[in-house]
């Protein structure tokens, strides 16, 4: 069986692969949002151009 520390190091590992991979997922979201909102301000300044 495998001992205390080694059980602690897998959940360690575990943890910061899973923290690591969140904030991935969160760094691609905000990208996406920042594209859509540039997206968004280039219609706005189209609309009023045509006005």
Known sequence: MAD???IMLYV???AVFGVV???RRI???E???D???KRI???LIRFRKKK
């Open 41 to 43: 301000a280039n219609v």
């Open 12 to 14: 360690l590992v575990g």
């Open 31 to 33: 990208r996406k949002i």
């Open 4 to 6: 205390i520390n080694t």
């Open 21 to 23: 991979y969140g904030l």
């Open 27 to 29: 760094y691609i979201v």
């Open 35 to 37: 594209e859509l909102d």
